[in-house]
């Protein structure tokens, strides 16, 4: 049954159609041909690259300056931290932040932020102790209209906070200092 599916997806695609439906008229595709929960995706991370906070009062955009996989999520501007979105949907966004205080402890935020605002209630926050490596990990479930644009923000409560890289040794990759997954999870609201 999958190779039958299979197969009519390719031939509906290869002559333009832009949806495929089951014979009991569920539609497996979008107005874009992209079938539901598989597409668009995103996967960027910060490279090799450490952030230091320089204000306890104002947020900063996380400048994701790796691209892994991409399609129908692009960076938007200039400087690496907006995304656009290009299909409306509903979308699952998820990362971590590697993050280290030189001294005493603090606490670190991330929230996301859709138009230039923050949305209510997204804040997640986790405390870090001096020497001891913390990751802050970030989930959001949110409806895009098609041509939002959307931020990462974060911010500490103490100068001293980084979200910091490992270099690679040996056989051990480097490890990045922020990472993001987008995923579209629905078509519809």
């Keep these: 049954m999958k190779k039958i599916l299979l197969l009519l997806f390719l031939l509906i695609s290869t002559f333009g159609y832009s949806q495929l439906t089951t014979s009991k008229g569920y539609v497996l595709t979008d107005e874009n041909g992209f079938i ?4 668009p995706y995103a996967d960027y991370n910060t490279g090799a690259v450490s ?3 320089g204000s306890v009062t104002e947020g900063k955009a996380v400048v994701f300056g790796v691209q892994e996989a991409v399609l129908g999520i692009p960076r938007s501007g200039t400087g690496d931290t907006t995304f656009s979105v290009t299909h409306a949907g509903v979308y699952m966004i998820t990362g971590r932040a590697e993050c280290d205080i030189s001294s005493g402890s603090g606490i670190v935020n ?13 804040n997640h926050c986790i405390t870090v102790t001096n020497a001891i490596n913390s990751e802050l990990y970030f989930s959001f479930i949110y ?3 098609a041509g939002n644009t959307f931020r990462i923000k974060v911010l500490s409560d103490d100068t001293n906070m980084t979200l910091m890289t490992a270099v690679a040794s040996g ?9 993001m997954h987008i995923r579209r999870i629905s078509t519809t609201p």
Excluded: M, Q, R, Y
Excluded at 171 to 179: I, Q, Y
């Design 110 to 122: 991330a929230w996301l932020e859709v138009g230039g605002s923050a949305i209510a209630n997204s």
């Design 36 to 39: 539901d929960g598989l597409n």
């Design 171 to 179: 056989v051990k990759p480097a490890t990045v200092a922020v990472e």
């Design 143 to 145: 409806t895009f209209a």
């Design 51 to 53: 952030t230091t906070f």
